[in-house]
């Protein structure tokens, strides 16, 4: 018979896959039926009960030989800036590089997902959906002063004066100026197709293709694949004597680094194809297929200025126009991709235009000589060539800042996403700079309105204006302390100890107590066993920086002594001052092991912390698990990562990038398992 493990707060039964895999069977506890929502099924052995966790009793779980729970954590459903372009959060997945506030890439610890009620912002450049505490990067308005263009009877310009960045919650930022990146670093820009030479043809080529080009790809009829790009048929000429440029061929046939367009007149249009397998897959690689799923990659955006300024000019000859805003020229590109607009409104930003996009809604259906076709809402990037206009909007620090305008109320019950960004804890949604906003982790930041909600919850002050979190420290820790209820509850029913497992983020630890380990950016508390998995391979140096050699467990020495000796003692001891308490003061002042084991006697150690495995004091086998691709689970390299953004698949696949890492889930399966 299989040992019985509770899952609380089971979503997509992350902890149970672990488990299951040991040889457990499983009951998950929630408020939904997420599997049956998303079209995912269960792993085998595991059960769903509905029902909230807050009214559950431990009497039910009186069977289980363990619990553990993952309490939820929130943030909004948007576009992600990352190394690998503009992707939805529901894609972002621990490892990914994301650019922060601080426009560097920085690496994507973890990711969630939860229920919400969320809020609409809107502004210059921008609009984003997330909850009310949600904190984004902005500068208040400090006042304005008026100058004019050109002669006195020039038009008058309005330049704002902001005063220092800040964070502040979304619902808040009316009237403030909010963050968009200008700079996006430098990433490594991909070996061009086939040999083709670098140069401003070939991104103006690239750009044009983005805008109005196609490919045909015959993967099985032995035929080349084919590259397509079309005009209007009074562009001809001139887009021919363009294409002819970019990598000219020079005998008969195109050879290696070199194209060759053939041009046909169609009814509607001209249009010009291009034979060479390497080029397609290039495109479709970096740039994508179909107008909905085009998009800049993000090392586009750190490329040389001639460069992007190239791949820039030939989209808007293919989809922008000349318009004029208050008599001043305006640049206008329409696109039925919002990765698109965005990624062109970064584009154009990095080359010092002010810039911003538009949504405008369309209905799904509309006709075209006669025929009814489905249509998509169109985005429109705006943006200003003129260095006059440019100081509407003010530009400093790696960033344009552009005012709020307006907060709405947005869903009730919306599922919403949340990530945890290495070191700056930002990254960039919709265009906008925004930060990880858990309740646990908001309250952990240097902010002072974060700072004020911490003094409040402790009975030192009032709550800001418009605050609607968690009003007292038990609200705040309600879902935390409902998992150690019922365990106590379970215990006195089945008359024995049921461990429990807690997981949750590092900014939980002043409210709920220190935790007793961390997987990565994982928290644990409660029964957490001594021995767990390293989630990184460790190395260790010698005080002038060279490098030990292998077989060292450790990295750099955690403090003074132990870093001038960077030796074991006389004693056996890989540290000359121990550290270890229960070992360290008054029965083991040289360091060494006790009895086999770098912790000391098992009977002096906590409850929490025994380990049958630790008498032979041997190193506990690393865990690890496969990752398809070289990156994230196998869930995000296929199948449902390739459904839209609002299905059902893409949903589910979202979800279970929250789910608890299969190594943890594992080892804590084997450790507990009667």
């Given at each position: ?136 990067y902005v500068r208040h308005d400090e006042g304005s002063r008026h100058y004019w263009s050109g002669t006195q009877s020039g038009p008058v310009y309005i330049a704002k004066s902001l005063g220092q960045p800040t964070w502040i919650p979304l619902a808040e930022a009316v009237g403030c100026h909010w963050a968009s990146p200008t700079a996006f670093g430098e990433l490594s820009v991909p070996a061009l197709p086939n040999g083709i030479a670098n140069t401003p043809a070939f991104w103006w080529m690239v750009g044009r293709w983005v805008g109005d080009g196609w490919l045909r790809r015959r993967p099985k009829c032995g035929s080349s694949d084919e590259v397509l790009i079309c005009c209007a048929h009074g562009e001809a000429d001139d887009l021919e004597v363009r294409l002819a440029n970019v990598a000219p061929r020079r005998g008969r046939r195109a050879a290696h680094g070199e194209l060759h367009w053939n041009r046909s007149r169609e009814r509607t249009a001209t249009r010009f194809t291009a034979c060479s397998n390497a080029l397609a897959a290039w495109l479709a690689t970096h740039f994508g297929c179909g107008a909905s799923a085009k998009a ?379």
């Amino acid at each position: 018979m299989k040992p019985l493990a509770i899952d609380l707060f089971c979503g997509l039964f992350g902890w149970s896959s672990g488990l299951v895999a040991e040889g457990w069977e499983t009951i998950g506890v929630d408020l939904e039926d997420m599997c049956g929502q998303f079209g995912v099924g269960r792993p085998p052995h595991t059960h769903l009960l509905i029902q909230d966790v807050l009214t559950l009793h431990g009497s039910q779980l009186k069977d289980a030989a363990l619990i553990v729970a993952s309490p939820p954590c929130f943030v909004a459903d948007t576009l992600i800036l990352t190394a690998r372009g503009l992707i939805p959060v529901q894609d972002v997945v621990p490892d990914d590089l994301a650019l922060t506030h601080r426009n560097r890439w920085r690496r994507v610890l973890r990711t969630g997902s939860s229920m919400a009620t969320t809020v609409i912002a809107s502004g210059h450049g921008a609009m984003i959906e997330g909850t009310h505490e949600h904190p984004i990067y902005v500068r208040h308005d400090e006042g304005s002063r008026h100058y004019w263009s050109g002669t006195q009877s020039g038009p008058v310009y309005i330049a704002k004066s902001l005063g220092q960045p800040t964070w502040i919650p979304l619902a808040e930022a009316v009237g403030c100026h909010w963050a968009s990146p200008t700079a996006f670093g430098e990433l490594s820009v991909p070996a061009l197709p086939n040999g083709i030479a670098n140069t401003p043809a070939f991104w103006w080529m690239v750009g044009r293709w983005v805008g109005d080009g196609w490919l045909r790809r015959r993967p099985k009829c032995g035929s080349s694949d084919e590259v397509l790009i079309c005009c209007a048929h009074g562009e001809a000429d001139d887009l021919e004597v363009r294409l002819a440029n970019v990598a000219p061929r020079r005998g008969r046939r195109a050879a290696h680094g070199e194209l060759h367009w053939n041009r046909s007149r169609e009814r509607t249009a001209t249009r010009f194809t291009a034979c060479s397998n390497a080029l397609a897959a290039w495109l479709a690689t970096h740039f994508g297929c179909g107008a909905s799923a085009k998009a800049w990659p993000a090392w586009a955006l750190g490329m040389d200025e001639t460069a992007r300024r190239a791949l820039l000019d030939g989209y808007v000859s293919a989809d922008g126009y000349l318009g004029r805003n208050a008599g001043s020229p305006v640049v206008k590109a329409s696109t039925v991709s919002k990765r698109l607009a965005i990624g062109t409104r970064f584009l154009a930003a990095s080359l010092g235009c002010t810039s911003a996009v538009y949504h405008h809604p369309r209905p799904s259906h509309c006709k075209i000589e006669g025929r009814v076709v489905r249509q998509r809402d169109a985005w429109e990037t705006h943006w200003t060539p003129d260095s006059e206009r440019n100081r509407l909007v003010e530009r400093s620090d790696g960033m344009q800042w552009g005012k709020v305008r307006q907060v709405e109320i947005g869903q009730e019950n919306a599922r919403v996403w949340n990530l945890e960004v290495e070191e700056d804890n930002s990254y960039v949604a919709d265009g906008v700079v925004v930060h990880n906003c858990q309740e646990f982790s908001w309250m952990a930041m240097p902010w002072s309105r974060a700072k004020q909600v911490a003094r409040a919850l402790r009975g030192e002050g009032e709550f800001p204006a418009n605050y609607r979190g968690s009003r007292t420290q038990e609200q705040l820790t309600e879902l935390f302390n409902a998992c150690f209820r019922i365990q106590r509850e379970a215990c006195e029913v089945a008359g024995r100890h049921i461990p429990l497992i807690v997981e949750n983020v590092r900014g939980a630890q002043p409210w709920v107590g220190q935790a007793r380990w961390s997987f990565g950016s994982f928290y644990l508390w409660g029964d957490v066993p001594a021995l767990m998995p390293m989630t990184a391979r460790a190395q260790k140096f010698n005080p002038d920086g060279t490098d030990h050699g292998q077989g060292s467990w450790f990295a750099v020495a955690d403090s003074k002594e132990r870093g001038a000796r960077a030796t074991k003692n006389n004693g056996g001891s890989w540290f000359n001052v121990a550290y270890n308490t229960t070992s360290g003061k008054g029965q083991n002042p040289d360091g060494r092991k006790v009895g086999g084991d770098w912790f000391g006697p098992g009977e002096n150690c906590s409850p929490m912390r025994r380990c049958s495995s630790r008498e032979s004091g041997t190193k506990q086998p690393g865990i690890s698990g496969p990752r398809a691709n070289g990156k994230g689970d196998a869930w995000f390299q296929d199948g449902a990562a390739r459904s839209g953004s609002k299905s059902n698949a893409r949903k589910a696949a979202s979800a279970m990038i929250a789910k608890i890492p299969a190594p943890l889930a594992r080892h804590i399966a084997r450790t507990f398992k009667p």
